[in-house]
């Protein structure tokens, strides 16, 4: 259940978006995609002063659990509008075995394998969808390379949206089977996401659809920034020393830096230091790797990517420069692991600590050894890793 905000207080305290890079500002009130300028994302702004005056950090704990609870920090301004299928709220797990054999006093794991349609994609997909709907919308599309699809035709379904979806053949099963379930229209594209983006983007303009892709639209961030105030919550307001995450598009990325600058905003943190952000990606798609070892601003399109990891093939992200950015900022890093780490990490967080990790997420571990052989960590140092989804969702 949504609750409705005290009196005197509004839903959502968003007050605008602005470009990215350019900065031009546009309205929270209007249909958005990305900046007409300079071709960048757009990023939700909140009046945090008067959020601040109205609310205390510990009001939150007092809600119903679930990502809507923090309601005043999402862009959707009215309650009946909210689509939840219950997410967010996922489990901050210790990984004592695992932290043992490396020597890591202090590793957790984010498990975000049980939300709804099982990965990470229900949070930036319910705020996408529930303000899409606020906005007037009635037809989403979007192309995916599985996990985003499943979880936008189950919002669609709950919020009565029309949903149509280009996914590449080679897409897990159970994506496509969830997707169908829904009632979308799948198209299965012979080719990556890339080539699913394009036939999307083409149809979106062609028919009036809205499109929902990895940034083009302003809201799936917001979904995922809730993942950081979790964290922050968690540790007691403090942050972690280290995040590592499976970065294919970077919206998780980009989302929990976007509200860790919220909570220090707010001044709701008791540490002013930020964690240090590690993008993971596989050998054969690593374009953010790439570009950060060259200190580049943008990637280049990685030709002939491949992974078993199916959420991390994608060549190039819309956001590429954001998340590098971020990086930057963090005085983080980016690793790229081999298919054949991914699966023996797959295989130590399950035998191990009983968790059965996608492959996006089993790459988190992967690149963690080899942080931890190059001592890029500290043995004391409170190490985060991010398992985006469930490795039943590979099963065939």
């Known amino acids: 259940m949504i609750t409705s905000p005290k009196s005197g207080t509004d839903f959502s305290y968003i007050s605008h978006l602005a470009c990215s890079d350019c900065g031009k500002v546009y309205s929270a009130s209007e249909l958005n995609t990305y900046c007409l300028d300079c071709q960048s994302p757009l990023l939700a702004h909140y009046d945090l002063d008067g959020l601040r005056k109205s609310l205390r950090r510990e009001d939150f704990a007092t809600r119903p659990w679930g990502m809507w609870r923090w309601h005043e920090l999402l862009p959707v301004r009215a309650a009946s509008h909210c689509i939840t299928l219950g997410e967010g709220d996922a489990p901050l797990l210790r990984l004592p075995k695992i932290g043992e054999k490396l020597g890591l006093t202090n590793l957790f794991l984010k498990d975000e394998s049980g939300n709804p349609t ?29 996990n ?32 169908r379930m829904a009632g979308a229209e799948v198209v299965l594209v012979d080719g990556l996401i890339s080539e699913a983006a394009g036939m999307a983007g083409e149809k979106a303009r062609a028919e009036g659809w809205f499109d929902l892709s990895t940034f083009k639209e302003p809201y799936r961030v917001e979904g995922k920034k809730t993942m950081g105030y979790e964290l922050a919550e968690a540790f007691g ?4 020393d280290v995040i590592i995450y499976p970065a294919g598009g970077g919206t998780g990325l980009v989302g929990l830096w976007k509200a860790f600058a919220e909570l220090e905003a707010l001044g709701w943190l008791e540490n002013a230091q930020r964690p240090r952000l590690v993008a993971v990606q596989a050998k054969g798609c690593a374009p953010l790797v790439k570009a950060f070892k060259a200190g580049a601003s943008f990637c280049d399109f ?7 990891a199916a959420g991390l093939r994608v060549p190039k992200s819309f956001a ?4 590098l950015r971020d990086l930057y900022e963090s005085q983080g890093t980016a690793v790229s692991v081999s298919d054949e780490a991914i699966l023996a990490a797959q295989h130590q967080m399950g035998e191990d600590e009983g968790v059965f990790a996608a492959p996006e997420g089993a790459a988190t571990l992967a690149a963690l050894i080899k942080l931890k052989q190059l001592k890029w960590v500290k043995p004391d140092e409170r190490i985060v890793l991010f398992n985006t989804g469930s490795g039943l969702k590979y099963l065939s």
């Open 118 to 146: 099982g990965s990470f994609k229900a949070r930036g997909i319910a705020v996408a969808i529930s303000k899409a709907r606020e906005l007037g919308v009635r037809r989403v599309i979007i192309p995916t390379a599985g």
């Open 148 to 179: 985003a699809g499943g979880a936008m035709a189950a919002y669609a379904a709950r919020a009565g949206l029309k949903a149509h979806i280009f996914m590449p053949k080679d897409t897990p099963v159970a994506n496509v089977q969830e997707s």
């Open 237 to 240: 307001w403090t942050l972690p």
């Open 302 to 308: 990685w030709i002939n990517a491949h992974t078993i």
């Open 320 to 323: 590429d420069h954001l998340i």
